[in-house]
């Protein structure tokens, strides 16, 4: 097991990864640009590096800072959390070459599901149903358009090294395809460095349901059932349960298992995400994540487990303790994102925590490194909590959110728990009645 772990991040997920190293008696180290120097994983970890100046790409992506750090600290492992360098080939590579672990998957696999187009094939040798598309990068209108009429209008075209929900154009028809074509590919060349775009079949109106899995790299694998995450702003998650409403126990074990072997086969190692789009029954996969995720706390609320220990475990060789008949699913878990944001205009809040009441009590979880006094800065994603609410059924679990979201007082900066306040009382929510588009339908007309 490791002695000391740096971890290359910040936020609720710098602290989520600190509480996990503390309880297996692992020390921590925090790097933070001169930005977070008051921040909160800053003060809780055993030991701190500056390592940079406010802008991420100085500090937090500052890739020989970081190893820097390491080499001073005497770290023998790396966390990289979400964002950042958490799906960086490259930094992998270059931890790897100073013998410190990377806490995540070879970088091989990184690299293969970094690139969707690479990902998709992988997931197709593997058995895995992919939404269908063109089967590798298109750049010619016409070629693009003798496979749009082949899977069908609309299609939507997305960038190959795309993330974040950036790159992505919808061609309704035919006249709407050569602009789609030519306005995606420009975009995913100043956005990722890569103008290298694909064709996929755009659904209609599909739920975003994916799988969690964990696995040791030498071929034992469990999935961790699913988590929906279909209300979404702009193609980013908002708010994440489990179950999902759409699924009953027999579609999530034979989704879960075909997953589960896809990943043992690969030889995948740590924890990881398989995201699907369903509809009508059916699944399509459209890309992995190689990480942790934001949402992996709805996992841990219905299968008991400890993500990062496991992840952190698997990391440093241990072999998976579990088998599938020992995961068990247990009631019903919603993450909602709490964002420093105008909860009308989605405008970031920066600014001074003015004062700071989380809720409490049975079932509730806060992962959030705020408090009072602090100055969110304004040079960082604006999520600053999540608010992870358990209960015995969805009915409870949503009982219990709305208390929650009466309790919590974060005042000073503008947030979006008034938003959440909203949906929790609407009934295509309560009905789990609700797709990818839903949220964007509902705030265009609210
Ligand atoms: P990114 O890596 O940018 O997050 P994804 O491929 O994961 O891109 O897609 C993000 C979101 O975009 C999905 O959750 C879904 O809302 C939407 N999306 C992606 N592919 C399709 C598709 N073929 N049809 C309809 N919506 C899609």
Redesign the pocket.
């Known amino acids: 097991m490791f002695d000391k772990v740096l971890i290359a991040n910040r936020g609720e997920i710098a602290l989520r990864i600190q509480r996990a190293c503390r309880e297996m008696g692992i020390a921590t180290v925090a790097i933070h640009s001169t930005a977070d120097e008051n921040a909160m994983h800053v003060r809780l970890a055993d030991e701190s590096v500056c390592i940079g100046p406010p802008p991420a790409s100085l500090s937090y992506l500052n890739i020989p800072a970081i190893i820097t750090a390491c080499e001073i600290t005497g770290a023998d492992a790396v966390h990289p959390g979400y964002g950042f360098l958490s799906e960086n080939d490259s930094f992998a590579d270059i931890l790897l070459e100073h013998k410190i672990t990377f806490i995540g998957p070879e970088p091989e696999h990184i690299r293969i599901m970094g690139d ?1 187009i690479q990902a998709k094939r992988t997931a197709i040798d593997l058995g895995i149903p992919v ?1 269908p598309g063109s089967e590798g990068g298109v750049e010619d209108p016409v070629e693009a358009l003798r496979i749009a009429k082949d899977i069908g209008f609309p299609v ?1 075209i ?1 960038a190959a090294s ?5 790159g ?1 154009k919808v061609a309704r028809d035919e006249s709407e395809l050569a602009e789609a074509l030519s306005t995606a590919s420009t975009e995913a060349k100043s956005a990722f460095g890569d103008g290298t775009v694909y064709l ?4 209609d109106k ?1 739920r ?1 349901i994916e799988i969690q899995v964990l696995s040791d790299g030498n071929g034992n694998a469990v999935h961790l059932g699913e988590r929906d995450c279909s209300l ?1 702003r702009r ?1 980013q998650k908002v708010w994440e349960e489990a179950f999902s409403p759409a699924l009953n126990a027999v579609q999530r074990e034979e989704i879960g298992s075909i997953v589960a072997n896809a990943i043992a086969e690969m030889g995948y190692s740590g924890v990881g995400t398989v ?1 699907f ?1 369903y509809e009508n029954g059916e699944f399509y996969f ?2 992995m994540n190689t990480r942790l995720q934001v949402e992996h706390p709805v996992t841990e609320a219905i299968t008991g487990l400890d993500l990062v220990q496991e992840q952190i475990r698997v990391a440093s060789g241990a072999r998976l303790t579990q088998k599938q008949s020992d995961i068990t699913f247990e009631g019903h878990a919603i993450e909602c994102r709490i964002n420093a944001e105008n909860a009308r205009t989605f405008v970031p809040s920066p600014g001074r925590i003015t004062a700071l009441h989380p809720p409490g009590g049975l079932g509730v979880r806060v992962d959030s490194a705020i408090y009072q006094g602090y100055s969110i800065p304004p040079y960082y994603d604006s999520l600053i909590g999540k608010l992870i609410v358990y209960g015995k059924n969805r009915t409870e679990c949503l009982m219990r959110l709305r208390r929650t979201l009466g309790e919590y007082v974060i005042e000073g900066v503008d947030t979006t728990i008034p938003l959440f306040q909203d949906l929790v009382g609407h009934p295509d929510i309560l009905n789990g009645d609700y797709d ?1 588009h839903w949220l964007e339908n509902y705030l265009a007309a609210h």
Do not use: C, S, T
């Not at 996929?200 to 659904?203: D, F, I, Q, R, V």
């Open positions: 969707k939404v939507l997305k795309g993330g974040g929900g950036r992505m996929e079949k755009y659904l599909p975003h979404q193609h995201e789009l459209i890309e990818i």
